[in-house]
T-cell receptor
Framework: NAGVMQNPRHLVRRRGQEARLRCSPMKGHSHVYWYRQLPEEGLKFMVYLQKENIIDESGMPKERFSAEFPKEGPSILRIQQVVRGDSAAYFC???????????FGEGSRLTVL | KQEVTQIPAALSVPEGENLVLNCSFTDSAIYNLQWFRQDPGKGLTSLLLIQSSQREQTSGRLNASLDKSSGRSTLYIAASQPGDSATYLCAVTLNTGGFKTIFGAGTRLFVKA
């Protein structure tokens, strides 16, 4: 049973470009979370998705950021027109709903030049 | 609004010492509490999960306690080793129609050989 898979592990973008980060949850998990971790800071909740539904996006910036979790395929976190302040590690986690336990991927590290 | 605080922010101890990391949260209506470990540049590894009905969990040299009424949890590490050096994150999960996990900023631990 593979863990939570994130790709790419590292992504470099120039200001104004788009970044797409992908996350495949653990097998059998249908709930996915995205967190952002700025250098030397803790994890900040961004969005919580179930298949084809956004449950809670209270941590998402209102502009340029979007997330989806389609019926088929991985969850996607999309950042349009990236700025230097978007440079961070973006972590995805999937949820074991029985125990309420989160399992994390290795993260995607975005660098904006 | 649930807030999670971890004290101390950083800790440096000699090898072999027993140590305690502290976590406090403002809203006692939690579903569970998890302790994670994060190594530099890596993802999060779950160490211990305590359900709201439990008082403690143990795994090897680690013991975590939970006191919901006072909004506190402690992670006890016995006989610390240099390999324990990492950032330790406390996270509380709420169930408000959907699960949401809030993280503390972490305690950065350095164990000197």
């Amino acid at each position: 049973n593979a863990g939570v898979m994130q790709n790419p592990r590292h992504l470099v973008r120039r200001r104004g470009q788009e970044a797409r980060l992908r996350c495949s949850p653990m097998k059998g998990h249908s709930h996915v979370y995205w967190y952002r971790q700025l250098p030397e800071e803790g994890l900040k909740f961004m969005v919580y998705l179930q298949k084809e539904n956004i449950i809670d996006e209270s941590g998402m910036p209102k502009e340029r950021f979007s997330a989806e979790f389609p019926k088929e395929g991985p969850s996607i976190l999309r950042i349009q027109q990236v700025v230097r302040g978007d440079s961070a590690a973006y972590f995805c986690a999937s949820l074991d709903r029985v125990a309420g336990e989160l399992f994390f991927g290795e993260g995607s590290r975005l660098t904006v030049l | 609004k649930q807030e999670v605080t971890q004290i101390p922010a950083a800790l440096s101890v000699p090898e072999g010492e027993n140590l305690v990391l502290n976590c406090s949260f403002t809203d006692s209506a939690i579903y569970n509490l998890q302790w994670f470990r994060q190594d530099p540049g890596k993802g999060l590894t779950s160490l211990l999960l305590i359900q709201s009905s439990q008082r403690e969990q143990t795994s090897g040299r680690l013991n975590a306690s939970l006191d919901k009424s006072s909004g506190r949890s402690t992670l006890y590490i016995a006989a610390s080793q240099p390999g324990d050096s990492a950032t330790y994150l406390c996270a509380v999960t709420l169930n408000t129609g959907g699960f949401k996990t809030i993280f503390g900023a972490g305690t950065r631990l350095f164990v000197k050989a």
